[in-house]
């Protein structure tokens, strides 16, 4: 398992107030997670920690580009990230007694903690960027990004058929007028 060290913010030496960091992600980021459904994963993820005296906000702002299958035409295309995400870390005396909270937003570490690493909630959060639906977006014209032979199959597909209706069905027709 690769080390996620460059992930670990010792926030007990940063001042109160807003510090930046920024990460490149790759490919090799994701060997730690096991497979993904994406590839040539390029991301810039930009964190804007901002230390409290018992708590941090963290704005996340995710960037870049992966590689994904369309759900449509099964081609790979590039697919543009852009989205943000907001995190509050709280320190607490017993955090396993907070966990079972409800609100995703918020996490809780022990007081007696020092570092705390980002690269979970970068996993998280990148995966989050990547729509359920992977579809090719439209070129500059409007015409879909798909192959168009596999367009033009799906709407052979999608066709009726002709009039060779089975007779036996003919009679149920006249309850569609109703």
């Known amino acids: 398992m690769k080390s996620l060290r460059e992930f670990d913010i010792a926030f007990v030496g940063l001042k109160p107030g807003v510090h930046a960091f920024q990460y490149q992600i790759t490919d090799s980021f994701f060997e730690n997670y096991g497979p993904q459904d994406f590839s040539n994963c390029n991301a810039t993820v930009k964190l804007q920690f901002d230390k409290k005296s018992s708590f941090f906000m963290l704005k996340f702002e995710i960037g870049g580009t992966i590689t994904v299958i369309c759900d449509r035409c099964g081609a790979p295309f590039e697919l543009q990230l852009w989205d943000d995400f907001d995190q509050v870390v709280k320190l607490v005396e017993n955090p396993d007694e907070l966990e079972s909270d409800e609100d995703p937003d918020v996490t809780y570490?022990?007081?007696?903690?020092?570092h705390f690493s980002v690269a979970d909630l970068i996993y998280e959060f990148i995966n989050l960027s990547i729509p359920m639906q992977r579809i090719h977006p439209d070129d500059a014209s409007?015409?879909?990004?798909?192959?168009?032979?596999?367009?033009?199959?799906?709407?052979?597909?999608?066709?009726?058929?002709?009039?060779?209706?089975?007779?036996?069905?003919?009679?149920?027709?006249?309850?569609?007028?109703?």
């Open 109 to 114: 570490i022990s007081k007696t903690e020092s």
């Open 142 to 178: 409007g015409k879909s990004g798909c192959d168009p032979k596999v367009l033009d199959m799906l709407n052979k597909m999608n066709q009726p058929e002709g009039d060779d209706k089975n007779p036996i069905w003919k009679d149920l027709d006249k309850f569609r007028e109703n």
